[in-house]
């Protein structure tokens, strides 16, 4: 009863091989990090624990910085399935949360919800389109999609200054250029008074698992894992490759644009320089973690947001100054992608051992059978 129990979770848990592994080299470098600089390094992982889940108020600030990560995370998991790498989730996030910002402006006075709606729509078609362009650079022009989005990641972010710095700056915001402030009944509130966490944390986790069943249980998820799997293949067996390929860079903007939407409404209250965070940035290595599973997103994100959330208590306690844990993120990422190339390797290794111990002298013996036979 035991052994096939045990395979079938050691099935499940192998593709969460390379993200577990990536977790320990991680933490055993950091800590060779920090004791190259004469810090007391043994004290630093149970700070990180304590600062992202060791209390209510840890636990509500690790979960407000894994709403948007679950979102943006989504804009490169979602493309990859189609065998993009798109990383330009930082402009499609900013753009989503002006388009939000500046709807109140544009329409007519309306009851909170249909606002609220109307800058959920706005910010997602932003979102979706800039990041539709990547898709459709690549697929009608050839551009490479990881230089493409990247490139306009960086024209979304001077688009969003200008304008907020400019024709869109609210006049009473002088130390700080801003949209004008949205009105009280068109911000996010958050989901109780006993947990301060607003409400784009259900909305990244219903997102993910959204997302998880499209790919997972739908005609167009099957599409997908042909399109991302060899390049001939879609296209001999007449699958709409360019209209796949667009549909999960459109989807996948569009999750980042929704959550520059719940940055504006819930958190910062106008778009401003502020939305430009880093949340798309990091959104990658969630996504790189998570194997582009829409799933394991939702544990990656809030792994992530965790560290995020344990900088501060790392510069009270032991003096490390708050970029620490942008040092622990970028040795995280550079481990996922050692540890992911070493596992692709030791494929390849495998059948290559199957392919010249198993399958050569199998088929010498059915020759020397076939030889003594005859």
């Not at 997972?216 to 709409?240: C, E, H, N, Q």
């Amino acid at each position: 009863m035991l052994k096939p129990w045990l395979g079938r979770a050691g099935v499940l848990m192998l593709p969460a091989l390379p993200t577990l592994c990536a977790l320990v080299t991680t933490a055993v470098l950091f800590i060779a990090f920090l004791l190259i600089q004469g810090q007391p390094a043994w004290q630093a992982g149970p700070l990180v624990f304590e600062g992202a889940f060791g209390s209510l108020f840890a636990w509500e600030n690790t979960l407000m910085r894994a709403a948007p990560l679950m979102l943006t995370a989504l804009c490169v998991a979602l493309p990859a399935r189609a065998g993009l790498i798109i990383i330009g989730g930082e402009g499609a996030l900013v753009l989503g949360g002006l388009a939000a910002a500046v709807t109140p402006l544009w329409l007519p006075a309306l009851p909170a919800w249909p606002m609220l709606i109307a800058m959920g729509v706005a910010s997602m078609l932003a979102g979706g389109l800039w990041i539709g362009l990547s898709g459709w650079l690549r697929q009608k022009r050839g551009v490479n999609e990881t230089i493409g989005s990247l490139l306009l990641s960086y024209i979304a972010l001077a688009i969003f200054r200008h304008l907020v710095e400019g024709p869109l700056r609210d006049p009473n915001s002088l130390n700080k250029p801003s949209t004008p402030p949205l009105d009280s009944g068109y911000q996010i509130g958050v989901i109780s008074d006993s947990f301060y966490v607003h409400w784009g944390l259900v909305a990244g986790i219903v997102a993910c698992v959204l997302a998880w069943v499209l790919v997972r249980y739908s005609v167009i998820g099957f599409a997908l894992r042909v399109v991302g799997g060899t390049p001939r293949t879609p296209r001999m067996l007449g699958l709409p490759v360019d209209r796949l390929v667009l549909l999960t860079c459109v989807l996948g903007g569009a999750a980042a644009g929704l959550a520059g939407m719940f940055e504006v409404s819930a958190v910062q209250g106008s778009a401003n320089t502020a939305l430009i965070s880093g949340y798309g940035t990091a959104g990658i290595l969630v996504a790189f973690a998570a194997r582009h599973n829409p799933l394991a997103i939702i544990a990656c994100a809030i792994l992530l947001g965790g560290l995020e959330a344990s900088g501060g208590l790392l510069q009270r306690r032991l003096g490390l100054p708050d970029a620490t844990t942008l040092i622990l993120q970028g040795m995280l990422f550079i481990n996922l992608l050692a540890w992911e190339t070493l596992t692709r390797r030791t494929g390849d290794w495998r059948l290559w051992l199957r392919g010249h111990w198993i399958a050569a002298p199998r088929a010498g013996l059915e020759e020397k059978g076939e030889t003594s036979h005859g």
